[in-house]
């Protein structure tokens, strides 16, 4: 079918040139002239129809992998009470195991001073990491309130065709604005993560890797035996390890390669928005903000983010961190206090360094 329209296309394109060349060298009959003036405003209309100011090479490539941006959405937004679920039994599990196995046998070998901290520095990381996930995927990430006329407006979003504040994203599987929108909705939070919750997160992500090595690390000699001990389940004769022994030994292999692998994974991840916070920007803006650094530095001019006060200013900001007891309130210990400012207007707190930029990331 599409060859059949070539065909038939083809020739009527190069007649039409023809007589685009006749009507400029010499006089057309006023029929041909009208045709002629009729294929060049066509042309004009369907042009404009398609232009888009906004188009280029990453327009093309999400509207080429939208179908799969859509599948992707709608699976996360079924399936993430289950992963919410999942990552509640995986981190129970870990935890039985250090009470049932790991527990006995550090009893009847650790000195005191020994089992004391592992004591204390293992119960302030879980209760640490139960809170900033609990916090996490129950707090609402902040969305812009509707109707208002009084809030600044910086720019369209491609979702809406609507203009929208600044650091304002819009999420596919909420289908609304969020402020201060990180890459999407992970899906074991089912939550967005926003201006509300993005500490919540973050410090999650922290202290579940520093859980997951101190796990990992503090284990190794136990894995190395349990392992050993496998190894020699299929001897012959086989030896005499009661059925509490075995699941021990498995256990102790179990809780070393899931706190591995997920210290592995979960310590990328929170590497990588160490860096973005470190820079003031989130991982959407990073892609804005590398764009209209190449588009300035083009025409000579240098792209300031108007959100980046400094490396430890930054961080400060987003730990809400005003004082220093607040290192110690704040960050060492489970606080729900509220983030700077309100997502909408992002005005520097007062002890911040003084900050002038001439561009915006939006």
């Not at 916090?135 to 600044?152: K, L, M, S």
């Not at 979702?159 to 992970?186: D, E, F, M, Q």
């Not at 929170?270 to 892609?287: D, K, M, N, P, Q």
Request: net charge positive; aromatic share 14%.
């Amino acid at each position: 079918m599409r060859g059949q329209r070539s065909l038939l296309l083809g020739p009527a394109r190069l007649c039409l040139r023809l007589l685009l060349l006749l009507g400029y060298r010499r006089r057309c009959p006023p029929l041909l002239r009208g045709l002629v003036q009729r294929w060049r405003y066509g042309k004009v209309c369907l042009r404009s129809l398609l232009y888009n100011s906004f188009g280029g090479s990453d327009t093309a490539v999400d509207a080429a992998f939208e179908p799969v941006y859509w599948l992707v959405d709608n699976v996360i937004r079924w399936f993430g009470v289950v992963f919410v679920v999942l990552v509640i039994v995986l981190t129970g599990s870990i935890v039985a195991i250090a009470y049932l196995c790991v527990l006995p046998l550090i009893l009847r070998t650790y000195s005191v001073p020994r089992l004391c901290w592992h004591f204390f520095y293992s119960h302030w990381n879980l209760i640490l990491i139960v809170f900033h996930y609990y916090q996490a995927i129950t707090t609402p990430p902040g969305y812009p309130p509707q109707g208002r006329n009084d809030i600044a407006m910086v720019s369209i979003c491609k979702k809406c065709i609507y203009p929208k504040p600044a650091r304002t994203h819009h999420c596919s599987i909420c289908n609304r604005w969020v402020l201060a929108l990180l890459s999407g909705n992970p899906p074991w939070l089912n939550n967005c993560v926003g201006h509300y919750n993005h500490r919540y997160f973050f410090s999650f992500c922290f202290f579940m890797t520093l859980g997951c090595v101190y796990c990992s690390y503090g284990s190794w000699d136990l894995f190395r035996e349990a392992y050993a001990a496998i190894e020699t389940y299929h001897q012959t004769p086989p030896p005499t390890f009661s059925f509490r022994e075995r699941m021990t030994h498995k256990s102790l292999v179990y809780l070393w390669f899931l706190c591995s692998s997920v210290a592995l994974a979960l310590g990328a991840l929170t590497v990588w928005h160490a860096v973005l916070i470190s820079r003031g920007e989130t991982s959407i803006e990073r892609h804005i903000n590398k764009k209209e650094r190449r588009r300035l530095q083009a025409k000579g001019r240098v792209f300031r983010n108007p959100y980046n006060y400094g490396c430890l200013d930054n961080w400060k900001v987003f730990l809400g961190v005003d004082t220093g007891r607040h290192w110690l309130t704040r960050v060492l210990l489970p606080s729900s206090h509220l983030p700077h400012g309100n997502g909408m207007s992002w005005e520097p707190p007062p002890w911040v360094t003084a900050h002038s930029a001439s561009v915006m990331a939006v």
